[in-house]
């Protein structure tokens, strides 16, 4: 393949992945940096990320999948980099705690305190864990996460269900109206926290 021929395929990739993804890498950067403006900078990372990346895309993968992992990566490393306070250490899913937002604020719109509450839960997540639920919130499924991710769709199914964050996953799809989802979502939860019990385990929630 000519070098010409890789640079316009390079190009074409990038138009179509920021025409179609544009919306999911904004809530995919959101996700990482609560900060605005380091935000906007996430995200120009991630897009220039992307545009070198599809220099060496070979199929192997759908475009989706591509396009999640060299996204999350970047995001990842952007959160390596910008640490700021080490004494507020990042957990994963088994550990997180709901822990009142900061910057909670009553005066604003319910759904945005919902939206807010949300990410700011996911921002608490290590990057591994915090891909999987983004990934999740953007309806991929546990195998494409796991191809995304480089885990076992097992492991990815359980480390959805262990999550403490359930209750805002069951809020966000709320807000996107998702009822069908919402309540089979509801009957996983409900199932899975009779099988724990039915175990001796502690509440799922």
């Not at 999948?65 to 990042?90: G, M």
């Amino acid at each position: 393949m000519s070098t010409l021929h890789v640079k316009q395929r390079q190009e074409d990739l990038y138009r179509e992945t920021a025409a179609t993804f544009h919306a999911s890498l904004e809530r995919l950067a959101r996700a990482y940096e609560a900060d605005p403006e380091t935000r906007r900078d996430l995200l120009q990372e991630i897009h220039l990320a992307l545009w070198r990346s599809f220099a060496n895309f070979d199929e192997r993968c759908s475009l989706r999948t591509w396009i999640y992992r060299v996204a999350h990566n970047a995001a990842a490393s952007h959160v390596s980099r910008q640490r700021k306070n080490p004494l507020s250490p990042l957990v994963s899913l088994e550990e997180v705690e709901a822990a009142p937002d900061p910057n909670h604020s009553h005066a604003a719109a319910e759904k945005q305190q919902a939206l807010d509450r949300l990410f700011h839960l996911i921002r608490q997540l290590k990057p591994l864990d915090r891909q999987i639920i983004v990934s999740y919130l953007e309806d991929l499924d546990a195998s494409t996460i796991a191809e995304i991710t480089a885990l076992s769709p097992a492991n990815v199914a359980t480390k959805i269900h262990l999550a403490i964050l359930w209750t805002a996953i069951w809020l966000w799809i709320m807000l996107r109206k998702s009822k069908r989802k919402a309540i089979a979502l509801q009957r996983e939860i409900d199932e899975l926290a009779a099988l724990r019990n039915s175990r001796g385990a502690g509440p799922l929630l």
